[in-house]
C-alpha cells in the first residue's frame, strides 16, 4: 500500500529552527510536495521536490533523498504566525497525489 | 473572482438528503479535484478530473458523483448523504495532473458539512 509518515505535532520555539520529517512509500514518484494550512483554511503551497537534495526559499528549505524515501521542511527563524499544519504530499505513478496527516506545529514565544 | 471558490461554506444536512457541492475556478486550469479531510486523517481524493469532459474515482469515491461540463465548474454531488460523509471537502486545481512538470494544487475555502 501507499504511505506518508510525518509526525503528528511539534513544538518550538518563536526565533529558532524546525525540522519537520517526512517519510514515503508509494507507488512510483513524481516529485514530493509540502504545504502549509492554517487551522480553518484551505492548504497552500510552500515547496516541491523532484530531485535530490536542498531547495531553499526564503526562511523555508526542503530536502528530498528517493532512495531513503525520506523528506523534510526546514522552518528558520521561526515566526508565530508559522503556526500551522504542515502537510507532505507525493506524487505517485498516476500524478495522483498521496497525502501525509500533517504535522501541527505550535509556536511557543 | 480570483482563484477557486467553493459554496456553500458550511451546511448541514439531514441523513437520506441530496446535496450538491459546488466548485468554480477561473484560472482555466485543466484539472480539477475533490477532497475530504478529516480530524487524523490526510486529505483523501474523492475524484478528479483531468480535462473538461473526463472524470475518474479517487481512493474514497463511494456515495459521491461528480461531473465536468466544462474547465471552469467541477460539482461534487452526494446522492443520499450519510453520517459518515460529515468532514471539511476542498476543491482544488491545478495546470496539469500533480506533480507533472511540478504543478502544484490551489485550493478552494472548502465546505464544512455535517450530516445527521
Known amino acids: 500500500g501507499q504511505n506518508i509518515d510525518q509526525p503528528t505535532e511539534m513544538t518550538a520555539t518563536e526565533g529558532a529552527i524546525v525540522q519537520i520529517n517526512c517519510t514515503y512509500q508509494t507507488s512510483g514518484f513524481n516529485g514530493l510536495f509540502w504545504y502549509q494550512q492554517h487551522a480553518g483554511e484551505a492548504p497552500t503551497f510552500l515547496s516541491y521536490n523532484v530531485l535530490d537534495g536542498l531547495e531553499e526559499k526564503g526562511r523555508f528549505s526542503s530536502f528530498l533523498s528517493r532512495s531513503k524515501g525520506y523528506s523534510y521542511l526546514l522552518l528558520k527563524e521561526l515566526q508565530m504566525k508559522d503556526s500551522a499544519s504542515y502537510l507532505c504530499a507525493v506524487s505517485d505513478s498516476n500524478y495522483q497525489l498521496i497525502w501525509g496527516a500533517g504535522t501541527k506545529l505550535i509556536i511557543k514565544p | 473572482i480570483a482563484g477557486i471558490t467553493q459554496a456553500p461554506t458550511s451546511q448541514i444536512l439531514a441523513a437520506g438528503r441530496r446535496m450538491t457541492l459546488r466548485c468554480t475556478q477561473d484560472m482555466r486550469h485543466n484539472a480539477m479535484y475533490w477532497y475530504r479531510q478529516d480530524l487524523g486523517l490526510g486529505l483523501r481524493l474523492i475524484h478528479y478530473?483531468?480535462?473538461?469532459?473526463?472524470?475518474g474515482k479517487g481512493e474514497v469515491p463511494d456515495g459521491y458523483s461528480v461531473s465536468r461540463a466544462n474547465t471552469d465548474d467541477f460539482p461534487l454531488t452526494l446522492a443520499s448523504a450519510v453520517p459518515s460523509q460529515t468532514s471539511v471537502y476542498f476543491c482544488?486545481?491545478?495546470?496539469?495532473?500533480?506533480?507533472?512538470?511540478?504543478?502544484?494544487?490551489?485550493f478552494g475555502p472548502g465546505t464544512r458539512l455535517t450530516v445527521l
Open positions: 478530473s483531468n480535462t473538461a469532459g473526463t472524470t
Open positions: 482544488a486545481s491545478s495546470d496539469s495532473e500533480a506533480g507533472r512538470g511540478g504543478n502544484e494544487q490551489f
